[in-house]
């Protein structure tokens, strides 16, 4: 299905399950500890295997002497990076995962070693002694950003643009305001570790993973372990979360395939935690330098973002700046990006990437200019909306409520009582509320399904979609239900196997709408097989409560089929609507935050999302979404920061304990409001994105409470107390 | 000179024998041994929470102790306290109340909060308890200091306090 025209009426718009607040239906399995995730497959005879990472973070590796390692208890084999040579890279990667002698920084994959179990496997890699011919790197970004240089590519857009005069207008600016934010490397931290369990039979490959996107793992693996893509069969069915760590083909999955070839057994791997960080992707640290120029009635006339990123040699950058081409209007703009090449482990993907951390330095920037202007920050924003691209004002958004999500939150939050920083004290707490909006936009990646209808009625989807903790078993269930007309448990779902369509997959929050339209599409297909099994007219046909009514008859659906069952697939494409409308969701984040004025502690007390992103498959689940985000973004603003060893090139808080995630105690209970819309122009389906919505703007929301409840200005993340203290009042 | 020794405990009402190399994890005796899968490794050296099990009654990192250690215990796992059409209050509530996203904490923080529950009810302090003197109750404020050792990075703690304060029966 090629979708070329916006959505008109369709059978989704019955809402009598889709937009429904259905619980889970993996609910069970994954409360009851049934869910299987990949380190868990039972097979026959497996063997262990223990990774070896690299101790240092760029060379090369002379020679590695691993005579003990195999002699020792169980050992079945020691697979090194230089037995299995140079390998070609996946298209995905930036850093090589295993194979050959070069080291591109700490904790690369050099060896796996492979026992009986899983604890001699663990002794034994550290028997493995390796010699390094030791490179000098460049770990320091705020050192390497003064050699940057301009990328031909960011994430498919231009690193720069500009348009009218932005240095005239911001030099003749009445208010204006020129400022650097910085925000560090970070880690995804999912809570299962990437693990894999291969099995060879012959040539062909089974491989059990943690992956967000099967296609590209399957593709990628297929093209390190130098076979055909066909060879390889995958299944990822529950991903202990992902956030973007796990988009990419990772080690484990390379070393379990050597490993099982070379034992011929079934082979697991696991990353122990401490390896995940520096084996795997990271987001990366920016620097970021805005200035805005206004009128003093507030209206922008210059705004310019420009950012500086490091990432591994022809890696990437963080795309920060990509919000302040369309969050807000202004005649005279630019923005900027520049990649400096570091050698500390592979930057990439992080849920919302860009966004993140861009509106983490944008909104603190919006909310001092409000200050500079006297301006409430929510009515500077209302200000200075547009409802159209500002760099390309004749493509309009397809739909665009930012200026809805402000007001409803202010209304909801209380946001009318604020008073001016440091002036609020509930004995020894200084409290303060902040608001920051949030923009992320709305990727369509093709995306296929088939569906089939057995003879009992019972119709069951299969698509290489994932569902990472995001509900897709649940809003995929749900659309086939309401497109066919039958109740929740009349469906099956399954999901996350390389035999079965290739979906969009799960990342950039396109997976909920994306993958749901494929459905869509092949439901659409099926509804045609049916009434041309039963010789309906296709115009009149109405499916609902597991009949198919045309006029004054009416079928069940079950007994349509014959023993065969009625099979259709289908793919949804995306045509020009995504070039003629920026397609983006908006949201705006309300915290209230309170600052021990002893220690500088800051602690989240209320938090508010509201988002417009289109229509809402599933409350619970979009909520969950949202919640989630929310509490990752108070992790980004308080506490999370990967501390780089400059000397060493390495991440060396690389566990959960000194990388510090959120916990319990951080987190108030949440508030989510969705606005009530659907946006016709980016699907069948009538959604966008919402998942990482929920990340964008939350950050800076509590730097701008922290700003209103002491009156300090932290303009570098995480805002921990030592950055606090020093402009605290005096005790009195 | 022998690794590894017999050890025998009560896994969710059974008996079981096992022979396990020493330096097998409580954990790892779950899941590679038994094959009970539900209680999750997450960091294997007792950051995250993941492994929760209940042994005797009291909730333990199953990652920061040895098989060996635990001869004659009863250890209650995620498999113990309810499965698919027969599920716990507490379960029951986590899925009512979307108490998870990934599921990968899940078992974890299930079992933690029904020791957490009883540790209350037990009236054991925790750092948040103002007052040591009188009875301890279901709050909200109780249960985010005492569940904060089960890490969830899809971040459901929002809701996962929800469901905990409705299977305590309590408002909070």
């Known amino acids: 299905m090629q979708f070329d025209t916006p959505a008109t009426t369709n059978p989704i718009d019955q809402l009598t399950i889709v937009g429904q607040s259905i619980p889970r239906i993996d609910g069970e399995l994954k409360t009851t500890g049934k869910a299987i995730y990949a380190y868990e497959w039972d097979e026959e005879n497996i063997a262990y295997g223990h990774p070896v990472g690299s101790a240092i973070a760029k060379g090369r590796i002379t020679s590695m002497d691993v005579s003990a390692a195999r002699n020792a208890d169980g050992v079945l084999a020691v697979v090194t990076t230089l037995d299995v040579g140079k390998r070609e890279k996946g298209k995905q990667n930036t850093a090589n995962l295993f194979g050959g002698d070069e080291v591109q920084h700490y904790h690369q994959a050099i060896a796996v070693v492979v026992a009986e179990t899983f604890e001699q496997a663990r002794a034994a890699a550290a028997l493995v002694k390796v010699d390094y011919a030791e490179e000098k790197g460049v770990f320091d970004l705020s050192e390497a950003m003064k050699t940057a240089v301009k990328p031909k590519d960011a994430g498919g857009a231009p690193p720069d643009t500009a348009v009218g005069d932005f240095d005239a207008a911001f030099e003749t600016a009445p208010v204006s305001l020129e400022e650097t934010y910085t925000t560090p490397d970070q880690s995804h931290s999912m809570m299962e570790p990437h693990a894999s369990l291969a099995t060879w039979d012959g040539d062909e490959l089974t491989l059990w993973t943690s992956s967000q996107m099967i296609d590209w793992w399957r593709t990628d693996l297929a093209t390190t372990l130098g076979i055909d893509k066909e060879k390889i069969h995958l299944k990822s069915p529950y991903i ?16 379990a395939a050597f490993a099982a070839k070379a034992v011929k057994r079934p082979v697991k791997v696991a990353l122990p935690r401490p390896f995940l960080v520096n084996n795997t992707t990271h987001r990366p640290a920016t620097i970021q330098r805005i200035r805005i120029g206004a009128e003093r009635d507030g209206t922008i006339t210059a705004i310019a973002h420009e950012s500086w990123s490091g990432d591994q040699p022809d890696g990437q950058l963080e795309t920060a700046v990509m919000q302040t081409r369309l969050l807000y209007a202004g005649k005279n703009r630019m923005t900027a990006m520049r990649l400096a090449e570091l050698h500390l482990p592979e930057g990439n993907a992080m849920r919302a990437p860009g966004e993140a951390p861009g509106l983490m330095a944008l909104e603190i920037a919006i909310d001092e200019m409000a200050e500079k202007l006297g301006l409430d920050p929510v009515e500077f924003r209302i200000l200075n909306d547009t409802q159209v691209d500002p760099e390309k004002p004749e493509r309009p958004f397809s739909h665009r409520d930012l200026v809805g999500c402000l007001k409803r939150g202010a209304e909801q939050f209380g946001w009318s009582t604020r008073g001016k920083p440091g002036t609020r004290r509930e004995g020894d707490w200084l409290i303060g509320t902040g608001v920051a909006a949030a923009l992320r936009n709305n990727l369509l990646v093709p995306s296929a399904a088939r569906v089939r209808l057995d003879q009992d009625g019972v119709v069951t989807v299969e698509t290489d979609m994932t569902d990472i903790g995001t509900g897709s078993y649940t809003i995929i269930a749900q659309t086939a239900a309401e497109m066919m007309g039958l ?26 709408n994306c993958s749901t339209s494929g459905v869509y599409a092949a439901c659409v297909k099926l509804r045609e097989a049916v009434i041309q099994t039963l010789g309906f007219n296709a115009s009149e046909v109405v499916f609902e409560n597991g009949t198919v009514r045309s006029g004054t008859r009416s079928v069940p659906l079950a007994g349509v089929a014959g023993p065969d069952g009625l099979s259709a697939e289908d793919t949804i494409e995306w045509a020009e609507l995504s070039d003629s409308h920026q397609q983006s969701t908006f949201g ?8 021990d004025i002893a220690t500088g502690e800051s602690r989240v007390r209320r938090m508010l999302a509201v988002c417009a992103s289109g229509r809402i498959l599933n409350p619970i689940t979009a909520r969950s979404q949202v919640i989630g985000a929310m509490t990752m973004g108070v992790g980004l603003a308080l506490s999370e920061e990967l501390a780089v060893d400059t000397r060493r090139g390495f991440f060396v808080n690389h566990d959960l304990a000194s990388y510090e995630v959120p916990v319990h105690a951080d987190i108030p209970h949440q508030e989510v409001i969705f606005m009530d819309e659907t946006d016709p122009i980016s699907s069948p389906m009538k959604a966008k994105g919402i998942g990482e919505l929920g990340l964008c703007g939350v950050s800076a929301a509590i730097a701008n409470a922290i700003h209103n409840a002491t009156g300090v200005r932290l303009r570098h993340y995480p805002m921990t107390l030592d950055k606090l203290l020093g402009g605290l009042p005096a005790l009195s | 000179m022998s690794y590894s020794s017999q050890v025998s405990f009560t896994i969710n009402g059974e008996s079981r024998v096992l022979d396990v190399d020493n330096r097998t994890t409580l954990l790892d005796a779950l899941r590679e041994h038994l094959h009970l899968t539900g209680t999750k490794k997450g960091c294997d050296h007792g950051q995250c929470g993941a492994c929760t099990v209940i042994i005797d009654g009291r909730r ?46 899940t078992p974890g923080q299930i079992c933690s909060s029904v020791a957490v529950l009883e540790e209350i009810k037990a009236n054991i302090p925790s750092h948040v308890t103002a007052d040591l003197t009188a009875a301890t109750t279901v709050t909200e404020v109780e249960i985010r200091e005492r569940m904060s050792g089960n890490l969830c990075r899809c971040g459901a703690y929002s809701n ?3 469901a905990i304060v409705e299977a305590a029966g309590t408002r909070a």
């Open chain 1, 240 to 255: 202990g979360g992902g956030f973007g760590g796990k988009l990419f083909l990772r080690a484990d999955a390379v070393l």
């Open chain 1, 487 to 512: 109740p929740m448990d009349r469906v099956k779902v399954r999901l996350g196997d390389s035999r079965f369509p290739v979906s969009a997959g799960s990342g950039g929050q396109f997976g909920a």
């Open chain 1, 588 to 595: 705006a984040h309300f915290v209230e935050v309170g600052v």
């Open chain 2, 60 to 105: 333990v990192n199953s990652c920061l102790t040895l098989a060996v250690m635990h001869e004659g215990d009863a250890i209650t796992t995620i498999e113990g306290l309810g499965k698919p059409g027969d599920l716990h209050p507490m379960q029951a509530a986590f899925v009512k109340h979307d108490g998870f996203q990934c599921g990968y904490c």
């Open chain 2, 160 to 162: 996962i306090v929800e």
